[in-house]
């Protein structure tokens, strides 16, 4: 249990333990030091006084000669009754309580006779519960101090871990002019762990940097060709062709079609950095749903699929033409591969939109999984190798838009995207 608390509480325990198990014992010692050396110390001063009274004293005929706080009883002795209360103590020294009154009590048996020396001790029990009461408040004083150091010692110690824990969760770290993190540090475990921080950002960075770059290249050297098919694809469609070329054809230019918006989003992805902000745009939601709707019909009426727009709310905002379409159409693909029969409904509300489809839905646990890379549904449909949906979040990560999954009744799912228009 200890193991899982923060290392700051886990110092300040470790103090505390160490110094109320420290001072525990050394006022325990003391406490039975005490008890200890009163206990010898009274037993040979009260054997002492006995002995002189009953060689010196008693053998003249004189009264016993003790102060006035020590008083001498014997079991034989008329002019020396013993008292009831005394009468069953054992043999020896003994420390007699009786509420406010406390005595020394020494016994001697000498064959049938009984002698008992009784010292009052009331001053020197309130010196010694003084004594205890000392001892018990530097031991809770003690354990206290050692709190408050602890406390102090703790933010001391890991300020410099915090500031480096700080230091490696900003997102400037990640820029290729940050400064090394050692370079701040002293040659420490601290200063270690710097370096090794620097280390591993630094093959970050590098790694980072080459998707970016090849990303970049790729993306930019596939736009040349794709023009190139789609500037073909529009002779073609110029030219008489049997209906069945002019179908293929058709395909043709709607592969890339796809394929150059895809390169379009894949390079503004890859020319921005962590600490860009979103895409600004002009582009406004019921613009991007026509284009997207006139491209997408036809798919969805080919399939023989009932596909609908349906307006819940008016919105104003601006987005990104390139980034909303890119999100729409996938979304509105993901549907068409996933829905066999029934309908595709693209629904535009304030600042969002839902495509709802009545195809085989997505179970709740796979929901979350359905937004990452590679990862595909059990009933595999198209070609595709799962990337739309993690291009989808990726962008909407970026753009600081949401983007969920919820069933709908009776089957099928409902893909909700939830937008923050630009200067918002």
Known sequence: MLAKQPLARRIVIAFTLMTLMVSGTFALGIVGVVHFIEEQLVTEELSRDLDIVLNEDLPKGRTPQLDTSTHFFASHLAE???????????????ELVRGDDAYYVYVRNVGADRYVLVQEQHEFEAREDALFNVVLAGFLLSVLGAWALGRLMANRVLAPVSRLANQVRHRDQLHPLAPPLALQYPDDEV???????????????????RERLFTSDVSHELRTPLMVILGACELLDQTELPEKSRTQAQRIERAAQEMHELVQTFLMLARTRPEQTAFAGTASLSSVAQEQTERWTPLFLEKGLTFNVVSEGEDSGEY???????VMSNLLRNALHYTDSGSVRLILENAGFRVEDTGMGIPLEQQERMFQPFVRGSDSRGEGLGLGLSLVKRICTHQGWSVGVAPCEPKGSCFQVRLKSDGV
């Not at 200063?191 to 940097?209: C, I, K, P, V, Y």
């Not at 990104?320 to 890119?326: F, K």
Request: charged share 15%.
């Open 191 to 209: 200063g270690h762990l710097a370096e090794a921080f620097d280390s591993t950002l630094g093959q970050l960075r590098q790694t980072l940097e």
């Open 320 to 326: 990104n033409l390139t980034l909303l379409g890119s």
């Open 80 to 94: 020396h009754p013993m008292p009831e209360a005394f009468a069953g103590i054992g043999e020896g020294f003994t």
